[in-house]
Nanobody, 120 residues
Framework: QAQLAESGGGLVQAGGSLRLSCAAS????????MGWYRQAPGKQRELVAT???????NYADSIKDRFTISRDNTKNTVDLRMNRLKSEDTAVYYC??????????????WGQGTQVTVSS
């Protein structure tokens, strides 16, 4: 039921910053977790960062000291602030939303993806 709108991707120099945003709409069920995954060319899609409705965060080891995730529960939006970007951060970033409160009731929704390119 949920539709995701992503924005904020672009081209940035190494060491720079970028902010990604995602807005969820069209869902009448509880959104338990929102976050971001990324997929570089020739690589598996990987988790970047997630945040639950209660504010608990989870970061990939490769970025947890540089990226910050936040959300607005009233607006069903999630932001990812990316600082000190590296060339290896170049990837398509996908917004991810998980609805439901328990694993048996979970539903996953994905955004179309937004390109982040970091030049060295």
């Amino acid at each position: 039921q949920a539709q995701l709108a992503e924005s904020g991707g672009g081209l940035v120099q190494a060491g720079g910053s970028l902010r990604l945003s995602c807005a969820a709409s069209g869902s009448s069920v509880t959104i338990y977790r929102m976050g971001w995954y990324r997929q570089a060319p020739g690589k598996q899609r990987e988790l970047v960062a997630t945040i639950t409705s209660g504010g608990s965060t989870n970061y990939a080891d490769s970025i947890k000291d540089r990226f910050t995730i936040s959300r607005d529960n009233t607006k069903n939006t999630v932001d990812l602030r990316m600082n000190r970007l590296k060339s290896e951060d170049t990837a398509v970033y996908y917004c991810n939303v998980r609805t439901g409160l328990t694993p048996i009731n979970w539903r996953e929704y994905w955004g179309q993806g937004t390109q982040v390119t970091v030049s060295s």
